[in-house]
């Protein structure tokens, strides 16, 4: 393995930077999932949304 390569202790900082966005982005998404999760029928129903549409909702961009 050469010094400069992308995998090992050498990787580039940018490719650490995306994969910390990535990790942050998926445990909100995930957090807001569950939030959703344990609304009521009836809470769900005045906000105009079904169980089956809470993962798109915690996909969609803020």
Known sequence: MTPNS???PGLRPSLLLRLRAALS???RRL???R???ALS??????LA?????IPALA????
């Open 6 to 8: 992308d995998t090992g």
């Open 25 to 27: 982005t998926r445990r």
């Open 31 to 33: 957090a807001a999932e």
């Open 35 to 37: 939030e959703l999760q």
């Open 41 to 46: 029928e009836h809470e769900l129903k005045d």
């Open 49 to 53: 949304v079904g169980r089956s549409e």
């Open 59 to 62: 996909r969609a961009p803020r």
